[in-house]
């Protein structure tokens, strides 16, 4: 299984292609325009099973205009795979800190700490390690596609695909 992962923004959104087939291997990452991420989906749409997403989720606070304008390009995304014919799946934030983390307290630097004891350090340049380069945004959109994975799998072993 192959996942595309993206973390959305307000006009540059981050993403991680993981393939799950016979080893966990993050294949791509990056953090792009969203016009770009766009055309990223329309190309990889006849490679990758799945799209996962972070879905915004309020829990009784106002939100802000750039919140909102994120929520469209979500949708925008959801639109563009539906059209490819690509399954497209939201993750909650919480349920990424509780897979990752296994507390609701996680914040993105814990984040990024699970997922560096995972799979190792960065590296350097002379030295890359398979997360080196990655920052920001793509540590999000790495937890996002490992905690879709988790999920889906529990879902094929529930019987409930």
Avoid at 3 to 12: A, K, P, Q, R
Avoid at 115 to 123: C, S, T, V
């Amino acid at each position: 299984m192959i996942v595309l992962s993206i973390d959305t923004g307000t006009t540059e959104s981050a993403y991680a292609v993981m393939n799950y087939h016979k080893q966990e291997r993050l294949v791509e990452f990056g953090k792009i325009h969203n016009d770009a991420m766009i055309d990223k989906i329309i190309n990889l749409s006849s490679k990758i099973n799945f799209v996962c997403y972070e879905e915004f989720a309020s829990y009784g606070m106002p939100i802000g205009q750039t919140t909102m304008k994120s929520i469209w390009w979500n949708g925008y995304f959801c639109a563009i795979c539906e059209k490819s014919n690509l399954p497209f799946y939201p993750v909650l934030r919480k349920d990424v800190k509780m897979h990752i983390c296994q507390t609701m307290k996680a914040k993105d630097a814990n984040i990024r700490q699970a997922i560096i004891d995972k799979y190792g350090e960065p590296g350097t340049k002379k030295n890359p390690g398979m997360l080196y380069g990655a920052s920001k945004d793509v540590w999000s959109a790495i937890a996002i596609n490992l905690t879709f994975n988790d999920q889906k799998n529990e879902l094929y072993k529930e019987g409930m695909k």
